[in-house]
T-cell receptor, first 116, second 111 residues
Framework: GAVVSQHPSRVICKSGTSVKIECRSLDFQATTMFWYRQFPKKSLMLMATSNEGSKATYEQGVEKDKFLINHASLTLSTLTVTSAHPEDSSFYIC????????????FGPGTRLTVL | AQSVTQLDSQVPVFEEAPVELRCNYS??????LFWYVQYPNQGLQLLLK??????LVKGINGFEAEFNKSQTSFHLRKPSVHISDTAEYFC?????????FGAGTTVTVRA
């Protein structure tokens, strides 16, 4: 399967600052990536679908201006949490669509965001 | 809405004992089903997937799952667990190229 990395693995920031999280597909050209959010001991919630060269598609209830997604190349998608607040603290995970007909996704290791 | 239900939130099990994690999905004409494992503070790793064909699917680390269309189930099994199998397990189904996840089952393996 595809190898997916995320950077940083952990970030702590002050309330009101913006944080950028990178998701890279290391061995696969990914036209579609996904961003998920996971609360402690909870399942994954899809935030948005990131499409290379076009605007991201956000799930209902996810603030587009709060969570900015940029997918400028076939190997990189970024999620920027703008004006972060403590309630944005969470585990953010990206995945790569394998582009097979089977909807298989390969996941990054996740980024732990803590907003103080 | 297409959904996935994991019936057990926590499953404690002794080392070398068998384990079964239950998953039911909402009925659909066709469905792709997946089991993922998540170790602490890590992303998800694909254990196995059902696409079509044989209803018994074998995955990595000795896991297997059986697709049962009449019962709309996709239960995960391992005949003998190790301490290293302690993790969170997620059942998922595809829905127009997106994945819908169950709530997860925490497996704790004790010596």
């Amino acid at each position: 399967g595809a190898v997916v990395s995320q950077h940083p693995s952990r970030v702590i920031c002050k309330s009101g600052t913006s944080v950028k999280i990178e998701c890279r597909s290391l061995d696969f050209q990914a036209t579609t990536m996904f961003w998920y959010r996971q609360f402690p001991k909870k399942s994954l919630m899809l935030m948005a679908t990131s499409n290379e060269g076009s605007k991201a598609t956000y799930e209902q209830g996810v603030e587009k201006d709060k969570f900015l997604i940029n997918h400028a190349s076939l190997t990189l998608s970024t999620l920027t949490v703008t004006s972060a607040h403590p309630e944005d603290s969470s585990f953010y995970i990206c995945s790569v669509d394998s582009l097979s007909s089977t909807d298989t996704q390969y996941f990054g290791p996740g980024t732990r965001l803590t907003v103080l | 809405a297409q959904s996935v239900t994991q019936l057990d939130s926590q499953v404690p099990v002794f080392e070398e004992a068998p384990v079964e994690l239950r998953c039911n999905y909402s009925s659909s004409v066709s469905v792709y089903l997946f089991w993922y494992v998540q170790y602490p503070n890590q992303g998800l790793q694909l254990l196995l997937k059902y696409l079509s064909g044989s209803t018994l699917v074998k995955g990595i680390n000795g896991f297997e799952a059986e697709f049962n269309k009449s019962q709309t189930s996709f239960h995960l099994r391992k005949p003998s667990v190790h301490i290293s199998d302690t993790a969170e397990y997620f059942c998922a189904r595809s829905n127009d190229y997106k994945l819908s996840f169950g709530a997860g089952t925490t497996v704790t393996v004790r010596a």
